[in-house]
């Protein structure tokens, strides 16, 4: 057999395989082969969605299931051993694992990190190492070599038989977690951005140390009743009977798993801090739910739970960690074991990325001035001076501002989809009614069928926080339309989100992100892939701030006449829904409840309002606003990859596929749909790059396919292949390149006419022969360039 002409999957199961089997490794529990650790990124296309490239590693070796320790990466025969290290050494990276293999089929060459003399060394197939020898290289490596360390690294994670799996981040969460309690943390901050399940993680490193015995009591604790509520009914449920709520200021010590909200546990009178009715070390580990808030402000009432249980294992999770002047998480739970961003999230595919639509109202931008004496509805004289956008709905309510907003947001969803799930944030209690008024009004038809077509959830209002798990429930149809303050900020896991919009002032990162993470979540089975944001305060100013970690596919500002529709000052009071039987503590923090807004407004009508300019706006890869224009931003991306035109060309023509090239511009960065829309709808994207990046003179479509006829080059084929190609040229004419390359344009007519795609590829000798008809024909209508 030459092993020369065998292929990587050839060279995998040969070789490979039987060299990890002989040194000891189990085909079921401790390799995998092959394996997708991403999901692939959602690229968005106006109303389209598709899937880039997932990562995929040859092989993963475990020590036991989801505790990973070595990678293997493998080329076929005509590679170099070492051909596949540095991509190897990315996934280990990300993977978080210390030992790399590489090989052609002749040998390993074995990358150790704990070796730091000797970092990489070519080894036999033979000699491949044994999974003990690997565990006790990593135990050193990791400085785990306690007996006491090794039990708990080697607990297993919790299996439900459902056969959910942990993603790779949440792996790494757990087990970077553990591997610091075994070594004596005993303070550990996870960040992981919203929708990432950080839920689930903390549910798998609870259960590690409780069933290893390292923990025996744990306490779950949170701020809102429905981020309990969720934890009960969603991953902890596992515990069963073991687990307790703490309700009505009752303390029973008889269970092992604790979760509770801090103002069940905190009084403004010393009777009601029960928290202290626990003695010290009563819980060996407090997993704290969004710990940026409350808590984490040192001189807080709800610091003192923490104070109190000062000798237990502390786990800090949030997305988005505080650090300023009064409030630091990392000051009390040190730097990150762990972080996991949105902009990887959404990287991953895991996440859902978002399109934004940035709307300007006249009287937003350029201000109002009452007209001499105008007066409210109460017939007062309104103060004459200029009111701007952080007046309205704080100090000005203008009725007519109210009604452009809700008739921009229906114009939205009447162009996508009215039953898309839609958050609407306002300033206060007062405007979210309002809101809601006004939508109701313009979807009468839709409310008359369902009265909960819209909806006010706010923590003032019981009928609307009862429909808040109908909201969340992708089976449950309405509530569609939300209008709230503060309650939707947080703890809402909207897994069908398609529309958020913002029409409050937003000064908060951490308010900006948890706001933005409401549609983060992906949820294919319902299609949601991606969201969009209506943003009427230009409070996504903030994608610009270096905080910001997320990528936002494009930013686009409408005027009065384009119909809104999909793509071709402080921090505000959070809010706490009220507990019947107990009195939820405000801190001093910014965690607040959500109240009426107290200060006087003036309520005013009939003032002139409409919508003003129109801008198209778009991110970079980072996450950062593009400030050149698009023709510049994206010249410099494609030069950065093909620095001349003959580059290019080069590229263009050795390709068998010219839509991968396409796909791998996107990838980089370059905003293809919009370039098309920007220079010119009926020229290939092929001459728009040429014109943009080289300055060369592009030509349209149709002048490309009459070229191509003029050749008559089609003569040398039979009758019914010559009429398919004509077929074909008339298609690149209309629509572009994507129909050559794929033979799913056989189905449909006017090919139907010209027999079966089967017999149709039978006219030109076989799939290869077609393949290379094809190739000719591309190369036909890009031969003048």
């Known amino acids: 057999m030459n092993k020369k002409s065998l292929s990587e999957r050839d060279i995998c199961s040969k070789y490979i395989t039987p060299a990890i089997e002989n040194a000891g490794w189990d085909r079921m529990t401790q390799y995998r082969e092959e394996v997708n650790f991403t999901d692939g990124k959602i690229q968005v296309r106006g109303k389209l969605t598709a899937r880039g490239k997932r990562k995929r590693a040859d092989y993963i070796l475990y020590y036991k299931p989801n505790i990973p320790i070595a990678i293997i990466e493998v080329k076929d025969n005509n590679h170099s051993i070492g051909a596949g290290m540095q991509q190897a050494l990315n996934y280990a ?23 730091l003399q000797q970092l990489e060394t070519e080894i036999e197939l033979s000699n491949f190492p044994s999974p003990e020898v ?37 792996q ?27 839920t689930y993680t903390a549910f798998q490193i609870a259960h590690r140390l409780w069933k290893s015995k390292t923990k025996k009591r744990i306490l779950f604790l949170a701020d809102r009743n429905a981020l309990i509520d969720q934890t009960k009914r969603g991953d902890f449920k596992h515990f069963r009977d073991k687990m307790t709520i703490v309700k009505k200021r009752q303390v029973d010590k008889s269970y092992e798993v604790y979760l ?6 905190t009084g403004s009178q010393e009777e009601q801090n029960i928290f202290r009715q ?15 808030r409350g808590s984490a402000k040192e001189d807080s009432a709800w610091r003192e739970v923490l104070n109190h249980f000062k000798s237990a294992t502390q786990i800090g999770l949030t997305a988005t960690p505080k650090e300023n002047d009064t409030t630091s998480n990392s000051e009390y739970f040190g730097d990150p074991v762990y972080t996991y961003t949105l902009k990887q999230g959404i990287e991953d595919g895991f996440l859902a990325p978002y399109q934004v639509i940035r709307i300007g109202i006249d009287i937003d931008l350029e201000g109002w001035r009452p007209d001499k004496d105008k007066t409210d509805k109460d017939g007062n004289i309104i103060e004459d001076r200029i009111y701007n956008r952080k007046d309205y709905d704080r100090n000005l309510v203008i009725d007519e501002r109210t009604n452009v907003v809700a008739k921009k947001i229906t114009e939205f969803l009447k162009n996508t989809n009215r039953m898309n799930k839609t958050i609407v944030f306002c300033r206060d209690v007062d405007h979210a009614e309002r809101m809601r008024l006004a939508l109701v009004n313009l979807n009468a038809d839709l409310v008359a069928k369902n009265r909960k077509y819209v909806m006010r959830i706010t923590g003032d209002n019981e009928e609307g926080k009862n429909e808040l798990d109908n909201f969340i429930d992708p089976e449950q149809s309405y509530p569609v339309i939300t209008t709230t303050s503060e309650l939707m900020t947080t703890g809402v896991d909207a897994q069908t989100c398609k529309l958020i919009v913002l029409d409050t002032e937003i000064a908060s990162m951490t308010k900006f992100k948890q706001i933005v993470g409401r549609g983060t979540r992906v949820n294919e089975e319902f299609g949601k892939l991606y969201f969009t944001i209506l943003d009427f305060r230009n409070a996504t100013d903030l994608f610009a701030d270096p905080n910001f970690d997320g990528v936002a596919e494009r930013v686009k500002e409408l005027n009065d006449q384009e119909p809104v529709e999909d793509f071709e000052d402080t921090p505000t009071e959070n809010e706490y829904p009220k507990d019947k039987d107990e009195q939820e503590q405000v801190s001093e923090g910014d965690s607040f409840i959500d109240r009426p807004n107290t200060a006087t407004k003036v309520y005013v009508n009939g003032v002139n309002v409409s919508v003003l300019n129109s801008r198209e ?7 950062k606003p593009v400030t050149v224009s698009l023709k510049d931003y994206s ?23 010219k839509q991968a090239i396409i796909n791998e511009l996107e990838e980089l960065g370059v905003p293809v749909s919009e370039l098309l829309e920007a220079v010119d709808k009926q020229c290939d994207l092929f001459d728009i790059i040429c014109h943009i990046a080289y300055d060369q003179a592009p030509l349209t479509r149709k002048e490309r396919a009459n070229n191509v006829k003029k050749r008559n080059y089609f003569t040398k084929y039979g009758d019914t292949a010559r009429k398919v190609l004509e ?10 390149l994507s129909n050559l390359e794929s033979m799913e344009v056989l189905r449909v007519n006017p090919f139907n006419d010209l027999g079966s795609p089967v017999e149709i590829i039978k006219s030109f000798g076989g799939r290869d022969k077609y393949q290379e008809a094809i190739k000719e024909l591309e190369d036909e209508i890009y031969s003048i360039a």
């Not at 626990?278 to 710990?291: A, H, K, R, T, V």
């Not at 706006?617 to 996450?623: L, N, S, T, W």
């Open 260 to 265: 509770a909200i801090y103002q069940g546990l």
């Open 278 to 292: 626990f003695s010290e070390d009563f819980f060996d580990l407090i997993i704290i739910d969004e710990c940026h």
């Open 727 to 736: 077929v074909l040229v008339e298609k690149y004419e209309d629509e572009g």
């Open 93 to 115: 990276d990300i993977l978080n694992i210390p030992f790399v293999f590489t090989s052609n089929g002749d040998r390993f060459i074995f990358h150790d990190k704990s070796n």
């Open 635 to 657: 010249k410099d991306i494609i030069k950065e990859q093909y620095q001349t035109i003959d580059d290019f060309l080069q590229r263009w023509n050795e390709s068998d596929k």
């Open 134 to 170: 690997l565990w006790d290289k990593y135990l050193t490596f990791k400085g785990l070599k306690s007996e006491k360390a090794k039990e708990i690294v080697e607990q297993e994670y919790f299996f439900d038989g459902s056969g959910r799996l942990p993603r790779y981040y949440q």
């Open 172 to 198: 790494n969460a757990v087990n970077m977690t553990l591997e610091a309690i075994a070594k004596g943390q005993d303070r550990i901050l996870l960040v992981m951005a919203t929708g990432t399940g950080k």
């Open 617 to 623: 706006m778009y991110f970079d890869k980072e996450g």
